[in-house]
C-alpha cells in the first residue's frame, strides 16, 4: 500500500489537498468517493512523511537541491511535475523530504519562494530572497545557477579552512592525550619506584609524585570539572554579553585575529556581491549579508555600514565608518560605486581575501609549530629530570662508599 498525494473538490465546488494511503488511484478514488470528494489529481508521495519541518540541509545537500531544481526550471517542465518526480528519489530521501514540503505549499497557492520561507532552518535567508528576485525578474533559471556557484564557493572555501587546520589541531589533540596517559597511568607507576628508592627526592621529582598523585586519586573530579567548566562557557557564550566578550578576545589575538576577520569578511563581501548582482534592494542586500558574519563584534560594524546605506549614505564612506574595512577594500568599493561595477569590485575583494586566509593561516601555524615542539621538549626534560635525577643521586651515592 502507497501514500498518495491528491487534490479533490467537495460537494461545494471548494478544492482540497490532502495524503491518503491505498493500493493504488482507483482505490484512493473510491475512498475519497465515500467521503464525498471527487480525485481530480494524484500522486505517489515520497518514502518519507512530510509532516515536519524540522530539517536542515548541509551545504552540499542545498547545492544538490538547487542543481536539481535548476534541472526542472531549464527543462521547462513545471514546478509542481518536477517536485512530484523528486519525490520519488529514494537515493536521497532527505531532498525527497524537502521537495514534498515544498510541493505542498505550492499546490495549497504559495509561490516558490514563499514554500521555502515557511522553512527557514532548510533555506537561509539570502536563498529565498534570491529565488524570489529571480520569480519577480522571470530568470529564475539564472539566479539558481548564481546560488549554485555561491554555493561552492562556500564550500571550497570552507574546505580550505578545514584543510588548513587539521594537521596542527591532530598535534594538538595527541599532545593532550599524551599529557592525559603520563598523568594518568604512566606517573603513579614510575611515584611508586622512585618512593621505594628511600632517598631524598630532588625538587622536579617531588612535584612529578604531587601532580601524578592529585591526577590519579582526584581523576574523576577533574573529569567532572572540566565537563562542568565546559557546560558553562557553553551557556555563557549563548548570552549577549558573553559572545561579544569572546569575539572581541578573539580579535585581541595576534595571527588569531588577523584570521578571523579576513574569514567574515570575505563570507560578507561574497554574499553581498550576489546578491547585489541578483538585483535585490539595499535594504535586504545588506541586512542579510551582515547575517553571515559569525562574529558578534564585526556584525556590529556592519550594521552600522547596513543603517548608513539605508540612509542614503555611499557604500565606502559608510565601510570607513565601520572601521572594520582595510582602505584598500573602501578604495575598490568606492572605485566600484563611481563605474557601476559594484558587484564586480566586492567580488574582487572577497576574493582577495580567499588568498589571503591560507597565508594567513600558514604564518599563524608557522608560529605555532615551533611553540608545540617546545612545550612537548620541556614536557619531555621536565619528565626525565623527575625520573633519572634521584637514580643518578643513589648511583653516585653508592659509588662513594
Known sequence: MATFTFRAVDENAAILTGKLQASNESELEQKLSLQGLTLIEASKAG???????????DQQELANFTYFLNMIVASGLPITTGLNDLMENRENGKIAHVAGLIYRKIEAGM????AMQEYPRTFPSYYVQMVAAGEASSKLEVMLIDLMKYLEWQMSFNQTVRSAVVYPATVLGAVFLLITALFTFVFPRLVGILTGLHAELPLPT???IAVANFANHYFFVILL???????AFKMWLRTYAGR???DGFLLFLPLVGPLIRKINLSRYC???????????????TFTISSSVVRNSVLAEGLAVVTESVINGEGIAPSMLKS??????VIEMVAIGEKTGNLDVAVQRVSEMFDKEVPKTLKKMFAYLEPAILTFLGVLVLGVLLSVFLPIYKIAGGIRAR
Not at 518514502?47 to 540541509?57: A, E, G, S, Y
Open 323 to 328: 572601521g572594520i574595512f582595510p582602505s584598500l
Open 225 to 231: 570539572f572540566t565537563i562542568i567548566g565546559i557546560v
Open 47 to 57: 518514502i518519507l512523511d512530510f509532516t515536519t519541518d524540522n530539517i536542515r540541509f
Open 206 to 208: 617531588k612535584i612529578l
Open 111 to 114: 509561490s516558490l519562494s514563499e
Open 270 to 284: 561574497r554574499t553581498l556581491a550576489t546578491l547585489h548582482a541578483a538585483g535585490l534592494n539595499v535594504d535586504k
Open 244 to 246: 561579544r566578550a569572546f
